[in-house]
């Protein structure tokens, strides 16, 4: 067996010594003094969480509803796009005219790769760090779709806007424990460093992400 993972290994049996047999995690109560619950709604909620998106390097946009159809034409206009990927139930008003469009009806790795991006919409908006959550629900189709094209173009209600990550978790649990969705947790562009500390752009989703904050 490898070093490295022997003493991982080693690590972890040390930190468990001290459990009694037969414990499990909810026989020990965890002390929750954290904030729960942050600001209600409101347009100072929404603009909080428009700068925290930007500052990750994402485009962002503060647009009517009544406006939506025509921001996301503009949008694929400004980026070039002609074979956008969208999820199955994507409303049909916000598809953009003279555009190929690439429904996820199980669209291959190579298909996803070759369109020029994707636009979907989310599950919750975390102001308190500006991170977009997809849980594969409504308007948000397969995981895959938002990881594979090179641009994502994302729409987000203000009433999916909550202030305090813990609100947001909160709001999962349905997802996580009854549907067993898998949750994406999206803060700007993907972006990573290499052992010298040199962005990389672009190595596990979108180099590009531009938001549409719908009010």
């Known amino acids: 067996m490898d070093p490295g993972r022997n003493e991982i290994l080693r690590r972890v049996r ?6 009694p047999p ?9 002390a929750r003094t954290y904030r729960q619950t942050g600001a209600p709604h409101s347009p100072e909620l929404v603009a909080r969480f428009a700068e925290r998106v930007a500052e990750y390097k994402a485009t962002v946009h503060q647009i009517g509803a009544e406006a939506l159809p025509s ?4 949008a694929c206009a400004r980026r070039g796009v ?11 008003a916000w598809v953009p005219a003279g555009i190929e469009l690439l429904r996820d009806d199980r669209l291959s790795n190579e298909q996803l790769e070759a369109s020029d991006g994707v636009l979907t919409g989310c599950a919750w908006g975390i102001a308190q760090t500006g991170t977009i959550i997809l849980d594969a629900g409504q308007y948000q189709g397969r995981r895959i ?9 994302c729409v987000v209600r203000a009433e999916q806007i909550v202030d305090l990550v813990p609100e947001a978790v909160a709001r999962l649990a349905p997802t996580v424990r009854a549907a067993r969705r898998p949750i994406t947790l999206i803060s ?3 972006a990573t460093s290499d052992i010298e500390l040199n962005r990389v752009e672009g190595v596990h989703g979108p180099r590009t992400l531009e938001v549409l904050i719908v009010a």
């Open 14 to 19: 040390a930190a468990l010594r001290d459990i």
């Open 22 to 30: 037969g414990e499990q995690p909810d026989d020990v109560p965890v």
């Open 71 to 74: 921001a996301i034409a503009a």
């Open 82 to 92: 002609r074979r956008l990927v969208v999820p199955p139930d994507l409303p049909a």
């Open 145 to 153: 779709i938002t990881l594979l094209p090179d641009y994502h173009l």
């Open 188 to 190: 700007g562009p993907s």
